[in-house]
């Protein structure tokens, strides 16, 4: 059985990188194959809807910036405080992701150097000077030889995507070299042999003359996007805690508010940032190459120009990632994405690479965050819009992330300098969060994927533009919130150079119908998320939900059907126990057998998931808790490492089972922990035969158990 599953699950894998962008649109709904049974308590009875038609309710209520008080410090753990109110909330995860203990086991720390250690020699020799038009160099320190460099590309050449770059070298002439085509970076060594890890890179903003000729704006307003990918909003507090630290410290001038509950719309950063950039659209993959900004007329950037806010689009990964879904040639003024091409060719680099990602002296989002503050800086005098991808942690270590930190906080501490007086609103998140390490079996794993960062500094000038600004954004921070909202969100911002809109206008309702005519978004400066806000009212797939509302079944006579997904469960646990794929062992863990369903939630949207409370007739204690999907989706099979397999199920049709995830409700912490954890096994998901007798058989063990 274990063989026949490896082999499929191998085979599906080796097939899902051939079907990977077929699989990666909207998850659309399968409806008409849901089981009756299970449809029939679709309807939440626990919920009465008209508990929150409440105009004294806390969503209801506003109160103006002068006499708001209630500010909340960003503490990693507040999500797990969100004040409960009545009537309910009705979106609280069951989990915000792992403990620091959980964590620390998946993702050891790790302190990365300065990128200038790992390099020959110290010194800086290159200038590339874009007002001047002239590229310098000095390798007089380090050897006689004059040194060679590359330049980039004319800045009109940029587009989105994989782009080979293969400009040949050039000798370092003794004496400034003119630049001819509006180059915007080169990379340059001192060395005469040395084609790769080149000692410097140098990338400058050059500022558009048509651009710095406007009119300048009497209060311009900046609106910054920082998405970093993969970053849960847990993983951000543990893995950049300097840069935590700094936001917690922040100046009066700023206010910062921590989104917890803020649940992807997808599996990918194109699922996850095709609402924030066009709102509700339908969008596929294009295998060639597309040419064309192929949403423009919803695109968020189209919006932007119109208000007049100068654009810019940079991105760290020269991938197609993007660009295959919205096309190469976005419509921005600035696009930065072939620098890093240079990097492929030069440092070997991958968006997904697993080591410190150094492009000469610094890290290689670094690049971006000079780039951002310097546009900033040259069109001060205009209202901008910014969007950056930052695929630092873009990888499956989950170590790289940590060159994010002194980078990141040094960056925001520079920018809200120097950004100081005007009004501003950065906004960091993560696109979706980490997609690796058992985020497919651990609802603490597979909620660190849901829950992505979301945070939203603001300078107070700008907040106090908006009415009770401050207590709509503490209150919306403690709500479910989606990228779907930031479509409507940006277009409110927008709308605040030239007006003063409220959250009962024309014009608010207009940029709400722009957004979606299915669902119901909110700008998160403008109007408070009701407490009835579900997953299924703003847009995101159940299967991506981190607060499924599932319903209990109180008759405890199920049907036969619910026993074959309960087997399937128990026949995972002992998968996972009984023959590990990290580890051999067969003799620590028991067998277990079905011996009762203690309870049982139903949900069934598009499709079917079970939850299950499961007792074992091996221990008298040990309850387990599992989630079960039946669809008749296309499921994509991930590493067994990572997740359950996929198995094929016949239920009024052909349909597909897979175990979301399975936990332990009561603590299972002792002896048998200690032996499983030596041994790479889930402690939660065994149960030890005689640990005695496990012992003397390995008296290795021995000097763990005291
Ligand atoms: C829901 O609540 C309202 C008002 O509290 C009550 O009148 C109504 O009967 C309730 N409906 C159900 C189905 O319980
Ligand atoms: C919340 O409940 C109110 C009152 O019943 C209803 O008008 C509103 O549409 C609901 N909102 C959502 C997001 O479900
Ligand atoms: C190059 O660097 C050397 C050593 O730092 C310095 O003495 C010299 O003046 C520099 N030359 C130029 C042209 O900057
Ligand atoms: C915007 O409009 C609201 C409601 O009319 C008002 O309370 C607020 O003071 C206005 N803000 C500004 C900056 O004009
Ligand atoms: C419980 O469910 C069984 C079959 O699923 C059904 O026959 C029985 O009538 C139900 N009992 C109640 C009290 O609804």
Redesign the pocket.
């Given at each position: 059985m274990l063989t026949y599953k490896v082999i499929i699950g191998f085979f599906l894998i080796c097939l899902s990188g051939y079907f990977y962008y077929d699989f990666t649109s909207i998850r659309t709904p399968f409806s008409n194959k849901r089981n009756p049974w299970t449809h029939q308590y679709s309807s939440n009875k626990d919920v009465n809807i008209s508990d929150y038609d409440c105009p004294s309710c806390s969503w209801n209520l506003y109160t103006p910036n002068p006499s708001f008080t209630k500010f909340e410090s960003i503490y990693e753990f507040n999500d797990e405080a969100i004040p409960p109110e009545t009537p309910p909330i009705l979106c609280i995860p069951d989990s915000f992701g792992y403990t620091h203990e959980e964590a620390g086991r998946i993702f050891p720390k790790i302190d990365f150097p300065d990128c200038v250690e790992k390099l020959p020699h110290k010194?800086p020799?290159l200038d590339l000077d874009v007002e001047k038009n002239i590229l310098?160099m000095?390798c007089?320190?380090v050897s006689k030889y004059p040194g060679r460099y590359v330049l980039g590309m004319s800045q009109e050449d940029e587009e989105l995507g994989v782009k080979e770059y293969t400009i040949p070298f050039e000798e370092y002439p003794g004496k400034p070299v003119k630049l001819k085509n509006k180059e915007e970076w080169a990379y340059a060594t001192c060395y005469e042999d040395r084609d790769e890890y080149l000692e410097e890179a140098a990338y400058h903003h050059r500022p558009k003359p048509e651009i710095l000729e406007r009119p300048a704006q009497e209060s311009p307003i900046v609106f910054i996007s920082l998405t970093l990918d993969s970053v849960s909003r847990r993983n951000f507090y543990r893995k950049l805690p300097k840069t935590i630290e700094f936001l917690q410290s922040l100046e009066d001038d700023y206010k910062i508010f921590d989104f917890k509950i803020h649940n992807v719309m997808g599996e990918y950063s194109a699922n996850n940032l095709a609402p924030q950039f066009f709102g509700d659209i339908e969008y596929k993959t294009h295998k060639d190459k597309v040419y064309k900004d192929i949403f423009w007329e919803k695109s968020i950037w189209k919006y932007a120009k119109m208000a007049g806010f100068v654009t810019l689009f940079i991105e760290d990964g020269c991938t197609n990632d993007l660009a295959r879904y919205f096309g190469r040639s976005i419509k921005v003024d600035h696009i930065g994405t072939y620098f890093w091409c240079g990097a492929k060719r030069f440092n070997n680099y991958e968006n997904n690479m697993e080591s410190q990602r150094c492009i000469g002296r610094k890290n290689s989002h670094v690049y971006i965050y000079d780039y951002i503050s310097e546009f900033s800086k040259n069109y001060r005098q205009q209202s901008q819009w910014v969007f950056t991808h930052i695929n630092t942690a873009h990888e499956n270590s989950g170590k790289i992330i940590s060159t994010l930190d002194i980078d990141t906080r040094d960056f925001l501490k520079a920018y809200l300098t120097q950004q100081k007086g005007v009004k501003i609103v950065l906004f960091i998140n993560g696109d979706h969060g980490m997609r690796y390490g058992e985020w497919f079996k651990k609802i603490d794993g597979s909620h660190e994927h849901r829950l992505p960062l979301c945070m939203f500094i603001a300078s107070k000038s700008l907040l106090d533009m908006i009415p009770n600004s401050y207590d709509i954004l503490t209150h919306n921070s403690n709500r479910l919130t989606t990228k779907l909202d930031l479509y409507t969100t940006q277009l409110h911002i927008f709308s605040l150079l030239s007006q003063n809109i409220t959250k009962d206008s024309e014009e608010y309702k207009r940029y709400k119908q722009m957004t979606t005519e299915r669902f119901q978004p909110i700008s998160y400066f403008l109007e408070k998320a009701p407490n009835n806000r579900t997953c299924e009212s703003i847009g995101v797939p159940a299967f991506w939900c981190s607060c499924l509302k599932f319903t209990e079944i109180t008759n405890s006579t199920y049907p036969n059907f619910v026993r074959k997904l309960a087997d399937e469960v128990i026949y995972q646990i002992n998968e996972e126990t009984n023959s590990p794929r990290q580890a051999p062992y067969d003799h620590i863990c028991q067998k277990v057998t079905l011996k009762e369903i203690k309870k049982l939630w139903v949900l069934s949207i598009s499709e079917d998931f079970y939850k299950f409370h499961i007792m074992t007739h091996e221990s008298e204690k040990a309850l387990y808790e599992a989630v079960v999907l039946v669809t008749t989706a296309p499921l994509r099979a991930r590493s067994m490492l990572d997740a359950f397999t996929i198995n094929p199920y016949f239920e009024t049709g052909k349909k597909r089972i897979w175990i979301a995830y399975i936990r332990r409700v009561d603590s299972y912490a002792g002896i048998c922990e200690t032996i499983t954890k030596a041994r790479k096994i889930s402690s939660e998901l065994c149960i030890c035969k005689n640990t005695d007798e496990i012992v003397k058989n390995e008296p290795n063990l021995s000097p763990l158990i005291k």
């Amino acid at each position: 059985m274990l063989t026949y599953k490896v082999i499929i699950g191998f085979f599906l894998i080796c097939l899902s990188g051939y079907f990977y962008y077929d699989f990666t649109s909207i998850r659309t709904p399968f409806s008409n194959k849901r089981n009756p049974w299970t449809h029939q308590y679709s309807s939440n009875k626990d919920v009465n809807i008209s508990d929150y038609d409440c105009p004294s309710c806390s969503w209801n209520l506003y109160t103006p910036n002068p006499s708001f008080t209630k500010f909340e410090s960003i503490y990693e753990f507040n999500d797990e405080a969100i004040p409960p109110e009545t009537p309910p909330i009705l979106c609280i995860p069951d989990s915000f992701g792992y403990t620091h203990e959980e964590a620390g086991r998946i993702f050891p720390k790790i302190d990365f150097p300065d990128c200038v250690e790992k390099l020959p020699h110290k010194y800086p020799f290159l200038d590339l000077d874009v007002e001047k038009n002239i590229l310098t160099m000095n390798c007089s320190k380090v050897s006689k030889y004059p040194g060679r460099y590359v330049l980039g590309m004319s800045q009109e050449d940029e587009e989105l995507g994989v782009k080979e770059y293969t400009i040949p070298f050039e000798e370092y002439p003794g004496k400034p070299v003119k630049l001819k085509n509006k180059e915007e970076w080169a990379y340059a060594t001192c060395y005469e042999d040395r084609d790769e890890y080149l000692e410097e890179a140098a990338y400058h903003h050059r500022p558009k003359p048509e651009i710095l000729e406007r009119p300048a704006q009497e209060s311009p307003i900046v609106f910054i996007s920082l998405t970093l990918d993969s970053v849960s909003r847990r993983n951000f507090y543990r893995k950049l805690p300097k840069t935590i630290e700094f936001l917690q410290s922040l100046e009066d001038d700023y206010k910062i508010f921590d989104f917890k509950i803020h649940n992807v719309m997808g599996e990918y950063s194109a699922n996850n940032l095709a609402p924030q950039f066009f709102g509700d659209i339908e969008y596929k993959t294009h295998k060639d190459k597309v040419y064309k900004d192929i949403f423009w007329e919803k695109s968020i950037w189209k919006y932007a120009k119109m208000a007049g806010f100068v654009t810019l689009f940079i991105e760290d990964g020269c991938t197609n990632d993007l660009a295959r879904y919205f096309g190469r040639s976005i419509k921005v003024d600035h696009i930065g994405t072939y620098f890093w091409c240079g990097a492929k060719r030069f440092n070997n680099y991958e968006n997904n690479m697993e080591s410190q990602r150094c492009i000469g002296r610094k890290n290689s989002h670094v690049y971006i965050y000079d780039y951002i503050s310097e546009f900033s800086k040259n069109y001060r005098q205009q209202s901008q819009w910014v969007f950056t991808h930052i695929n630092t942690a873009h990888e499956n270590s989950g170590k790289i992330i940590s060159t994010l930190d002194i980078d990141t906080r040094d960056f925001l501490k520079a920018y809200l300098t120097q950004q100081k007086g005007v009004k501003i609103v950065l906004f960091i998140n993560g696109d979706h969060g980490m997609r690796y390490g058992e985020w497919f079996k651990k609802i603490d794993g597979s909620h660190e994927h849901r829950l992505p960062l979301c945070m939203f500094i603001a300078s107070k000038s700008l907040l106090d533009m908006i009415p009770n600004s401050y207590d709509i954004l503490t209150h919306n921070s403690n709500r479910l919130t989606t990228k779907l909202d930031l479509y409507t969100t940006q277009l409110h911002i927008f709308s605040l150079l030239s007006q003063n809109i409220t959250k009962d206008s024309e014009e608010y309702k207009r940029y709400k119908q722009m957004t979606t005519e299915r669902f119901q978004p909110i700008s998160y400066f403008l109007e408070k998320a009701p407490n009835n806000r579900t997953c299924e009212s703003i847009g995101v797939p159940a299967f991506w939900c981190s607060c499924l509302k599932f319903t209990e079944i109180t008759n405890s006579t199920y049907p036969n059907f619910v026993r074959k997904l309960a087997d399937e469960v128990i026949y995972q646990i002992n998968e996972e126990t009984n023959s590990p794929r990290q580890a051999p062992y067969d003799h620590i863990c028991q067998k277990v057998t079905l011996k009762e369903i203690k309870k049982l939630w139903v949900l069934s949207i598009s499709e079917d998931f079970y939850k299950f409370h499961i007792m074992t007739h091996e221990s008298e204690k040990a309850l387990y808790e599992a989630v079960v999907l039946v669809t008749t989706a296309p499921l994509r099979a991930r590493s067994m490492l990572d997740a359950f397999t996929i198995n094929p199920y016949f239920e009024t049709g052909k349909k597909r089972i897979w175990i979301a995830y399975i936990r332990r409700v009561d603590s299972y912490a002792g002896i048998c922990e200690t032996i499983t954890k030596a041994r790479k096994i889930s402690s939660e998901l065994c149960i030890c035969k005689n640990t005695d007798e496990i012992v003397k058989n390995e008296p290795n063990l021995s000097p763990l158990i005291k």
